[in-house]
């Protein structure tokens, strides 16, 4: 789909990402994660912002954070739940049409390294926890 580009910037439309973004948003991905805040309205307002910013290092972060709160007892609603399956949505959209890959593809890519984020972050965690 072609657009204008003045009419993209207007409305917030950005091109695809390229293989290097995607590859240097992963590797934020299994850096180190962010607190999020424990208020909920302030939560919402965080994920509300790093969701509608379009940027897949704050997709691949949301995910992570996500992820990471039980480290910090953070209990996770519905919106926060919604907005996890969103940045999941769209991270896995974004590889399906950046690596040219499948919708299946894609989801599987995203969904393996979403298990290895959570068992690196539980080795760590326990690790921690027996020193």
Same mark, same amino acid.
């Given at each position: 789909m072609l657009i204008p580009k003045q009419r993209a910037q207007q409305k917030g439309i950005r091109p695809l990402s390229n293989v290097d973004s995607i590859l240097?948003?992963?590797? /934020?991905?299994?850096?180190?994660?962010?607190?999020l805040p424990f208020n909920t309205s302030e939560r919402r307002i965080v994920l509300q912002a790093?969701? %509608?910013?379009g940027c *897949?290092? !704050?997709h691949f972060g949301i995910i992570r954070d996500m992820i990471c709160a039980k480290g910090y +007892? =953070?209990? *996770? +609603?519905s919106h926060d739940r919604s907005i996890l399956s969103l940045a999941r949505e769209m991270l896995e959209s %974004? =590889?399906?049409?950046? /690596? +040219?890959?499948s919708a299946d593809d894609a989801s599987t890519y /995203?969904? %393996? !390294?979403i298990e290895k984020r959570q068992r690196d972050f539980n080795t760590q965690r326990y690790s921690s926890v027996d020193n």
């Open positions: 240097s948003s992963r590797a /934020l991905f299994f850096g180190e994660y962010a607190r790093r969701i %509608e910013s *897949l290092h !704050d +007892n =953070l209990k *996770l +609603n %974004e =590889l399906m049409y950046v /690596l +040219n890959i /995203l969904r %393996e !390294d």
